[in-house]
Every structure is written in structure tokens, then in C-alpha cells.
């Protein structure tokens, strides 16, 4: 079993910069695949970014690609997604998810483990 926490969600104007992070538990950090989804009011959840477990390959989604920048501490049992040059559009609860041995999957029936997410809101 693995519990996440995300952190570090806030308000931001259009143009700037935020870094979630997502906390894992545990000794195993190392063997999971971590990834980002976000969901805006109204709106289905959708991929962001994904990283595999071994760390050598990362999945980013087409809406983010060259602004967001996912990355892994695994020392620290934590995944961060740097968000700039930051939207209204990106406005949206941030997820965090994981999946053993994991490919870097975009659906998220495909991760086991969810984080309670955690709250970006981009003003224009």
C-alpha cells in the first residue's frame, strides 16, 4: 500500500511559475511509476505528465509539453511537476498517482494509487 500527499498547490498569475509536489510513503518508492493528472470543474481528469519507475523515460501531455517539467527524488520518496509559463487553461486540482513496475501510462485506470490532490488556479 502506498498513501501520497501532494503540496505545494496555490494561485498564480497567468505567465508565472508553481511546483507541486507528491509525497509517497513507504521503502519502495524506487519500483513505482509515478504521474500527474488534473481536473478541472466539470471536466474529466486528464494525464499531465508521467515518469517510469527506473526514471529513464517521461510522457508529457501535448497541453503541457515544453512548459511542464516532471521529475523524481527518489531519496526523498517525492515527484515534482515544475509548472511555468502558466495558464488560466491549466486551472485544476492536481493529482498525484502511481503504479508498480509501471509503463509511463496517460489513463488513469491504469494507476492504483491516488494522492487527495492538490488545488492550482492560474488568474488572468
Known amino acids: 500500500q502506498v498513501q501520497l500527499v501532494e503540496s505545494g498547490g496555490g494561485l498564480v498569475q497567468t505567465g508565472g511559475s508553481l511546483r507541486v509536489s507528491c509525497t509517497a510513503s513507504?521503502?519502495?518508492?524506487?519500483?513505482?511509476?509515478m504521474a500527474w493528472f488534473r481536473q478541472a470543474p466539470g471536466k474529466e481528469r486528464e494525464f499531465v505528465a508521467a515518469?517510469?519507475?527506473?526514471?529513464?523515460?517521461?510522457l508529457y501531455a501535448d497541453s503541457v509539453k515544453g512548459r511542464f517539467s516532471i521529475s523524481r527524488d527518489n531519496a526523498k520518496n517525492t515527484v515534482y511537476l515544475q509548472m511555468n509559463s502558466l495558464k488560466p487553461e491549466d486551472t485544476a486540482v492536481y493529482y498525484c498517482?502511481?503504479?508498480?513496475?509501471?509503463?509511463?501510462?496517460?489513463?488513469?485506470?491504469?494507476?492504483?494509487?491516488w494522492g487527495q490532490g492538490t488545488q492550482v488556479t492560474v488568474s488572468s
Open positions: 498517482a502511481a503504479v508498480k513496475y509501471g509503463l509511463t501510462y496517460s489513463t488513469p485506470n491504469e494507476y492504483d494509487y
Open positions: 513507504g521503502r519502495t518508492f524506487s519500483t513505482y511509476t
Open positions: 515518469v517510469r519507475w527506473n526514471g529513464g523515460i517521461v
